[in-house]
């Protein structure tokens, strides 16, 4: 029970993770328990002391608990860990999400584990390699000689060389583990010395093709040198040979060639085997591994271990190339020694003077340690790299111009400044941003430009902020544009998640700026920061401390921060935090489609036909009486239900649309959930969704209608405009649903609802829906219906183009209402509907003032 409940609370977050130093830990474990339970006492002292000193002790415990969980819990697991190891179980690992010592030895605790895990399997391997390679000469050579003592068979030539060849191959294995056992000390002399490299490929054939017919074919010019360990070397080719002889086909031609390219040796041994595979040529020199054929021919797997080992020694490098058939293996070793510098062409070297591998240079240790990338899974790996100074420096002139588009000096609202600045926050992003998916970046880097340029076109501020909600939310689904639903919601809420490893990916980039000649620079920003730092906390306290001094500051110090600065800083560093979120998000690409599932049981035939049955059943019963209604007329309604036809239609038009959204909920459910094995499934499919589908659509079709009597009763508004144009875009997106259940298929779907809502609010743009409300009122007004000057008073810039149509003592009036002032705008501000309203104020304000203004006509 005990380790049932360790492990459940081995689940719980750890509050402190994010900390990096487990002392910083102890002090806030100390403060917060200590401020609770001081919290709780101080709260309840008074009224029941002994209860309350309970209770404060009790919550600090808690609140101690809760805090410490984090530093406890891997040094448990790592016990546990530890323990396992110890029977012999590496598979254990220690969730390490912390930063601090404890954290980061979780993490050292965790690459031990897994090296470990490696070194015990290679170990075995190894043994079970080599106890095979051995029992077959062994028992070869026992046979013979068992033969030989028991007069079974004669001494002879033929025996005595199998024997000789059996204890050849023993000795081969050998020779193989001693040179692993070099290869582990890393401490073995090359005496390189000049060669010529035909005669060197002649003895390594003539040798490997002893005791075999196989042809072969050797392309190495006349005179070609070569600069090595020759004895090393040679190990190397007969390796290499003695693989190409073993997996030759019967009857194939083992090729060598040799070659200088770029100041380099290059010796390649080809056969006509059945090659490697393209999975096995990256780890197939590793010790111990065998590719596909070695498997079935046998072999310890050190081979080839062993001539990457010795290649490397010398600096060259040692691959698998592209053969067809059979297998390639090319090696390049270098004409001139890195390590002396000394060429092939130049006297051999002293004995003594022999080469050894380099010692490995420690880098020192970073000033600042920032921990690792932040993944969140394997549907967003995190990066190590940093920001470049380039979109670090675009982002900080980006932060500086929209804080002063956004914060102006003017009061005449935003314009062309914010549009600017928002294209700036999703093109700047894709610049850092990978490959994949262009065309569905460029069409939505394009949609989310048009909704930023609104802002300096229209001066409606209702439809301004629904335009860059959208474009701030469209912004990420831009920069990786995910296919289904749940995708974009998970990308909808990505910024959040994007907090830690953006903040590292920033402050690495600003590491690195310091390293590329920014040094001087940082270091000048560091003194200013720190100078500032503590003249305004000393400074402060003076101040507070001595009137005198305090006059003295304010008179050196006249207001350095108004509202505008300030408004100005918070919003630079907004926008400069945001820009790098979506950098960090553009450069990393999560797979926001990944997480979620895919595939899920279906629900059975009965279960989900007969639900939604029911449902098309009440939306048949209700479109029956709203078709009475629709065909009784205005006396049908007032004998019935006590209404007027307008006040009718107002009452059910919210609940319709609230009817609308939640039958594409439906939809979407049912459409998941449904069953499509087999034919009749299907066919229901189709039927039922699309029945729901197109009786939802009369629904919208009875909500537009009762708007529209509505407004001919009292008018537009900003409401009734916006939910109009809500509506109709839900009855596109059910046309959609629509076309998808025919096919069944709808990997289209999400993104084009998505590109329709965009559209919508395009379109609600275009129409100018403040200069359209009051046309359309105005309209009305001069067939006889009221007019409501103080709600035209309260529309934006954009509707006073319309104000024409109006009398002069009206207009006047609604203008003297609006008081309109364009005078202030700057170029930053600038707005077409502004512009365009500043001339017909311009020549009413010339005109006579209304004697009666009361607001209403």
Known sequence: MTDRLRSWFDLLPRPLDFIGSIKLKLAILLLGSGAAGGAVLWYGLGMMPPKTTFTAALVALLTSQVLAHGMTSPLRQMTAAAQAMARGDYSVRVRATSHDEVGRLAEAFNRMAADLAAADGQRRELVANVSHELRTPIAALQAMLENLADGVAKPSTQSLSAAVAQTERLGRLVTELLDVSRLDAGDTPLRRTGFDVRSFVDDAIAEATFHSDIDTH????????????????????????????????????????????????????????????????????????????????????????????????????????EASPGAVIRVRLPLESKEEGISMNEPEPHPDAAATLPAPVTPPMPLVRLPGPVSLGSWWRGTAAGASWRFLLSAAVVAVFGAFAIV??????????????????????????????????????????????????????????????????????????????????????????????????????????????????????????????????????????????????????????????????IVGGLLFGALCLWGYIATTAPRFDDPLPTTTRPASRVEWAIPLGLLCALFAAFLTVQ???????????????????????????????????????????????????????????????????????????????????????????????????????????????????????????????????????????????????????????????????????????????????????????????????????????????????ATLVGETASGTEPVDCDGSR
């Open 218 to 321: 050797v392309d190495v010019p006349e005179g070609l040198c070569g600069y090595a360990d020759v004895e090393r070397l040679h190990q190397v080719m007969a390796n290499l040979l003695a693989n190409a002889v073993r997996h030759n086909r019967p009857g194939g031609t083992v090729s060598v060639t040799a070659r200088h390219r770029d100041d380099c040796l290059l010796l390649e041994v080809a056969d006509e085997g059945p090659g490697i595979a393209p999975a096995d040529r990256a780890r197939i020199f590793e010790r111990f591994t065998r590719g596909e054929r070695s498997t079935r021919d046998g072999g310890t797997g050190l081979g080839l271990a062993i001539a990457r080992w010795i290649v490397e020694l010398h600096g060259g490098g040692i691959e698998v190339t």
């Open 627 to 837: 078709a009475t209604a629709f065909f009784g007329g205005e006396d049908y309604v007032l004998r019935t239900a006590g209404l007027t036809y307008a006040e009718y239609a107002r009452t059910g038009f919210w609940q319709l649309s609230a009817v609308t959204m939640l039958t594409l909920l439906v939809i979407a459910v049912a459409a998941w959930k449904a069953p499509r094995a087999e034919r009749v499934d299907r066919l229901w499919v189709r039927l039922l969704l699309g029945t729901l589908c197109v009786l939802a659509l009369v629904v919208v079709a009875s909500a537009i209608y009762r708007m529209n009597l509505y407004a001919d009763a009292y008018g537009l508004t900003r409401l009734r405009v916006w939910v109009l144009a809500v509506e109709l875009w839900v009855a596109a997106v059910f046309g959609m649903v629509l076309a998808c259940g025919w096919r069944l298929k709808a990997s289209w779907l999400p993104r084009a609802v998505l590109a329709s809502g965009v559209a919508m609010l395009l379109g609600l743009a275009l129409v100018n829906p403040d200069a359209l409300i009051a046309r359309y009122n105005i309209d009305r007004h001069q067939h006889g219906a009221e007019l409501d000057l103080n709600y035209l008073a309260g529309l934006s810039a954009d509707a006073v183009p319309e104000f024409a149509a109006l009398s002069e003592a009206d207009r006047a009036c609604v203008l003297s209402l609006m008081a309109p002032d364009y005078s202030d705008e700057t170029v930053l501000t600038w707005n077409l509907s502004r512009h365009n309203a």
């Open 408 to 569: 102006a000096d003017s009061t005449a609202g935003v314009g062309v400044g914010l549009a600017l600045t928002g294209m700036a926050l999703v093109l700047l992003p894709l610049t850092v941003a990978g490959g994949e998916q262009r065309s569905a970046k460029a069409v939505g880097a394009a949609m989310v430009c048009a909704l930023w340029s609104v802002v300096a076109l229209r001066d409606a501020d209702w439809l301004d902020t629904l335009c860059v909600l959208a474009a701030l939310g469209l912004t990420t689904l831009v920069l990786v544009p995910p296919r289904r639903f749940g995708g974009m919601i998970l990308g909808g809420v990505a910024m959040p998640l994007a907090i830690g490893g953006g903040t590292l990916w920033t402050f690495r980039g600003l590491l690195g700026m310091a390293g590329r000649g920014f040094g001087e620079l940082g270091k000048l920003v560091r003194v200013a920061v720190i100078s500032g730092a503590l003249l305004l906390v000393f400074g402060t306290l003076f101040a507070a401390a001595d009137p005198t001094f305090a006059g003295l500051v304010n008179r050196l110090l006249p207001e350095p921060f108004d509202d505008t600065t300030t408004g100005r800083m």
